[in-house]
């Protein structure tokens, strides 16, 4: 099992929570990027830097994630593609990707990216704060401990 994270946009917060769950749990974990990120020297904590094309970091999660990994990304695209091959998908704000709901989310991103292409709304995402930081802490945590509880049962 390995966590892999889409750090391209990762929040410093986000980081910092899955580096320690990292060192402190021992899972290898990933961080993949197309800019040099730092990390803390562990022998669980990697980077893998990717080129700077639009969405090389999601690919090169993709192509190595495995069943049974788990995967931080804000990138819809790239959870409809994992949730169905039964890899753990959670987004910065401890959003949990499913089969039940991956359809109703992508459908909702296309309309909205729909909406800011015509101009119809503009802005983003509300700013990270710690109510999200919250809400990451303990999606990743429960995730995490049932991912482990799994491999350790096999």
Request: a neutral charge; charged letters at 25%.
């Amino acid at each position: 099992m390995k966590i892999w994270v889409d750090a391209d946009a990762c929040p410093g917060l986000v980081k910092d929570i899955i580096v320690n769950a990292a060192i402190r749990r021992a899972i290898e974990t990933v961080f993949v990027a197309n800019k040099l990120i730092s990390l803390p020297s562990s022998d669980y904590l990697s980077f893998m830097q990717v080129d700077k094309g639009p969405d090389a970091a999601d690919l090169y999660i993709k192509d190595n994630a495995k069943k049974l990994d788990l995967v931080v990304s804000q990138d819809i695209l790239l959870a409809h593609m994992l949730v169905s091959g039964g890899v753990v998908v959670i987004d910065p704000r401890g959003k949990k990707y499913t089969e039940d709901n991956i359809g109703q989310v992508v459908a909702t991103r296309n309309l909205m990216q729909g909406l800011r292409d015509s101009g119809e709304i503009t802005g983003g995402q509300k700013q990270f704060g710690d109510k999200e930081k919250r809400a990451f802490a303990a999606v990743f945590d429960q995730e995490l401990t049932k991912l482990l509880k799994f491999r350790n049962s096999i």
